[in-house]
């Protein structure tokens, strides 16, 4: 479920399963559920996606991780999102495992690669804050 | 050999339209288009006792059985199918193995794509376009709408982008060589007065010089959108001998799928139309190179280089060289979506992929007139949905 914020944005509506993770976002840490057999997954779900235990523990991730693939939305696809363009959209596999997607900050979309460094930065919207993710080194 | 138990044996199909300037309800679009495609079989109403339907607008719950009331059939295998892009493959698979388990003997599949007619008092305003990118992701508990949607991995473009961008790193391909891909199909279109893009060819500049719209792809790599419409009907092989066409075996089909977001794809150059195509080759028992003509699903360039690789025509990794290699028109030596596909046809909702199959149909059936490729007797056809992730590989063979 989305919401908007007072400028527009989609803005993610936590669940009782997904609260903690976006509870940590706002401390500036990322943190994901972790099966004792599979290692971590995303995104928070009541039973691993692998064995469907449900003996996972949220754990603390580096954050860092590499660009997976990208693309830069240069049309506006969301008409919410149609003043930020042009904006990336990169899909990052974290060192840990698993991979998620979160726009890129701090670096002109012109810069950016497929295997690129990068580690999780954190955006405040109103009262969410929403992982991207910047260039390292 | 592979199944011989139910034959594609009618279609009809609406040219794809930018404007449509005849709303019409869903039911009353079916009506017509159940007439026609039986008319084009010269089948009659009371033989169908199956239906398979994507929804009905004007009943999104019980949708067969107030289709059924509408159009007067008494119907005995009754199906919704939701696999995106992918359904019209989905729905003739299905009713091919309904007909070959024995509970139905003709299935009329519909894949209508029009608008209504305009409602009294109602506001469909900026939300309801807002909400038509997020593809039901906005609804409450959906991961979609907490982790993709607020990073604006909406629309299906920016995936399709993706899947491009990481295949041009892994691979290698040119812009030039996806771009032929779209000059090919606009090529095909010029012998399909349907086509939305008839009387319009392109050139490779054309595409090159198309503005980004999301890295990497261009304007010209990407769909029209189109309203349409369009239907086929399925019968017993016993039936379909002694009908007006020509009988097309749905003699192999695959079906798979691993994902909804592009994010949790396993491999987003490798796709699950791998799996789907070997199972469909498998159970037709033809090889790729007994194909004399395939309908891939082309929403994007990008997706028909990765179809030919995954469905096994070249080894993975030899997609743009297969493309730079052989000639995709129809009176080219590799004949590729010989209707122009949807990127010269239009894509009139699920009527573009139905359109890849109505394309093979009228091809094994002999009647596809300027575009007729000769001799064709055995079509691939597939269906690719949502964001790399349903797929269904159709063989299709003529009797």
């Known amino acids: ?137 | 050999m592979g199944k011989r138990a139910a034959a594609i044996v009618g279609l009809t199909e609406w040219a794809p339209k930018r404007v449509w300037d005849e709303p019409m309800f869903t039911m009353e679009a079916c009506a017509r288009l159940a007439a026609e495609v039986l008319a084009d079989a010269e089948v009659e109403k009371g033989e169908v006792d199956g239906l398979v339907i994507n929804g009905l607008r004007e009943s999104p719950m019980f949708a067969p059985s107030a289709l059924a009331e509408f159009l007067g059939i008494r119907s005995n295998f009754n199906e919704v199918v939701d696999l995106g892009g992918a359904t019209p493959a989905g729905m003739v698979w299905r009713a091919a193995a309904a007909i070959e388990v024995g509970i139905c003997e003709t299935v009329l599949v519909f894949t209508p794509s029009v608008p209504a007619p305009p409602q009294p008092g109602a506001n469909g305003g900026p939300m309801k376009m807002k909400m038509g990118a997020y593809m039901g992701g906005e609804v409450w508990g959906s991961p979609q709408g907490q982790f993709e949607i607020p990073a604006g991995l909406v629309a299906a473009t920016p995936s399709f982008a993706m899947a491009a961008q990481r295949y041009m790193a892994a691979y290698g391909v040119s812009e030039e060589t996806l771009a032929k891909v779209a000059v090919d199909s606009r090529y095909n279109a010029q012998a399909n007065p349907l086509a939305v893009f008839y009387g319009k060819p392109i050139t490779i500049d054309d595409v090159m010089s198309s503005r980004y719209v999301a890295d990497p792809l261009k304007l010209l790599e990407i769909v029209m959108p189109c309203y349409g419409g369009s239907a086929v009907l399925v019968t017993t092989a016993e039936r379909a001998a002694r009908g007006l066409h020509r009988p097309v075996y749905v003699s192999g089909y695959g079906e798979h799928l691993t994902h909804k977001s592009i994010t949790y794809a396993p491999d987003i150059v490798d796709t699950p139309i791998r799996l789907a195509a070997d199972r469909a080759f498998e159970m037709a028992g033809v090889t790729r190179d007994a194909v004399d003509m395939a309908s891939m699903y082309d929403c994007y360039t990008i997706t028909v280089l990765l179809t030919i690789e995954d469905a096994g025509f070249c080894p993975k990794g030899q997609g743009g060289r297969f493309i730079d290699e052989h000639s995709l028109r129809y009176d080219g030596d590799w004949p590729l979506n010989t209707h122009g596909g949807q990127l010269g046809m239009g894509q009139a909702g699920l009527g573009g992929g139905m359109s890849h199959i109505t394309e093979a149909v009228r091809q094994v059936q002999g009647r596809a007139g300027e575009r007729q490729v000769p001799d064709c007797n055995i079509a691939y056809a597939n269906g690719t949905g949502g964001m790399l992730a349903e797929q269904v590989a159709l063989i299709l063979e003529g009797a």
């Open chain 1, 1 to 137: 479920m989305v919401h908007f914020s007072s400028d527009g944005r989609p803005l993610p509506t936590p669940t009782p399963i997904t609260a903690p993770y976006f509870e940590g976002l706002l401390e500036r840490r990322l943190v994901l559920q972790r099966c004792p057999r599979h290692g971590y997954f995303f995104y928070p779900r009541g039973r691993c996606p692998v064995c469907l235990g449900d003996d996972w523990e949220w754990g603390e991730l580096s954050g860092r991780g590499t660009v997976y693939s990208f693309t830069v939305d240069r049309a506006g696809h969301d008409p919410a999102l149609a003043s930020r363009i042009p904006f990336a959209i990169a899909l990052v596999d974290l060192d840990e495992g698993p991979r998620l997607v979160g726009n890129m900050v701090d670096c002109d979309v012109g810069d950016i690669t497929v295997g690129m460094a990068v580690e999780a930065a954190y955006e405040d919207v109103d009262d969410t804050t929403l992982l991207g993710f910047r260039p390292v080194g």
